[in-house]
């Protein structure tokens, strides 16, 4: 099983913070991204899954039409950026289809953490706006969810694509 993890995109400074649409730059780091995994053949996922905040919305939405992926986008509430991570973890650790998961920071760099070395508090990861990080669960799960079940298989920031 695959998870990717990708931040949402650059999105406007305005209030209410669950209402912050992308910016047009933000709107084109997407794009751009889209681009890149195309012509890399990005593996298909089976669900995108996206935090309940606008911006995130865009991203997975403009991410998952530019590449003509095919499958469910639906909003996990477990993604919000003040959500606990050993509760996502938990999830995740239930499921067994590739998935795409958009959220925020340093939310997302917890759940990579808690998923890669077992303590949300670790420091794993920079994940930058529109930065998406592949990771590969390397053990099926009996008891625990958290720590150790997933390895860093790749990651790609900004700059690059």
Same mark, same amino acid.
Do not use: F
């Given at each position: 099983?695959? &998870?990717?993890?990708? $931040? *949402?995109?650059?999105?406007?400074?305005?209030?209410? #913070?669950?209402?912050?649409? +992308? /910016?047009?730059?933000? %709107?084109?780091?997407?794009?751009?991204?889209?681009?890149? +995994?195309?012509?890399? =053949?990005?593996?298909?996922? %089976?669900?995108?899954?996206?935090?309940?905040?606008?911006?995130?919305? =865009?991203?997975?939405? &403009? @991410?998952?039409?530019?590449?003509? @992926?095919?499958?469910?986008?639906?909003?996990?509430?477990?993604?919000?950026? #003040?959500? #606990?991570?050993?509760? !996502?973890?938990?999830? @995740?650790?239930?499921?067994?289809?590739?998935?795409?998961?958009?959220? *925020?920071?340093? *939310? !997302?760099?917890? +759940?990579?953490?808690?998923?890669v070395h077992g303590r949300a #508090?670790?420091?794993?990861?920079?994940?930058?706006?529109?930065? +998406?990080?592949?990771?590969? $669960?390397?053990? =099926?799960?009996? %008891?625990? /969810? =958290?720590?150790?079940?997933?390895?860093i298989r790749w990651m790609l920031?900004?700059? @690059?694509?």
């Amino acid at each position: 099983m695959k &998870i990717y993890v990708l $931040r *949402h995109a650059e999105a406007e400074p305005n209030e209410p #913070d669950e209402s912050r649409a +992308l /910016t047009a730059k933000g %709107e084109e780091s997407v794009k751009d991204l889209a681009r890149y +995994l195309k012509k890399r =053949q990005m593996p298909d996922v %089976e669900e995108v899954l996206h935090s309940p905040l606008l911006r995130a919305k =865009q991203t997975a939405e &403009i @991410l998952t039409s530019k590449l003509k @992926l095919n499958v469910s986008v639906a909003e996990e509430p477990l993604l919000k950026p #003040d959500s #606990d991570v050993a509760e !996502l973890s938990a999830k @995740l650790a239930k499921e067994n289809g590739d998935l795409l998961l958009v959220g *925020h920071n340093p *939310h !997302l760099e917890r +759940l990579i953490a808690l998923l890669v070395h077992g303590r949300a #508090d670790a420091s794993i990861v920079d994940l930058k706006k529109c930065g +998406l990080v592949c990771l590969e $669960r390397t053990k =099926q799960l009996v %008891e625990s /969810t =958290q720590g150790e079940w997933c390895v860093i298989r790749w990651m790609l920031i900004p700059k @690059l694509v």
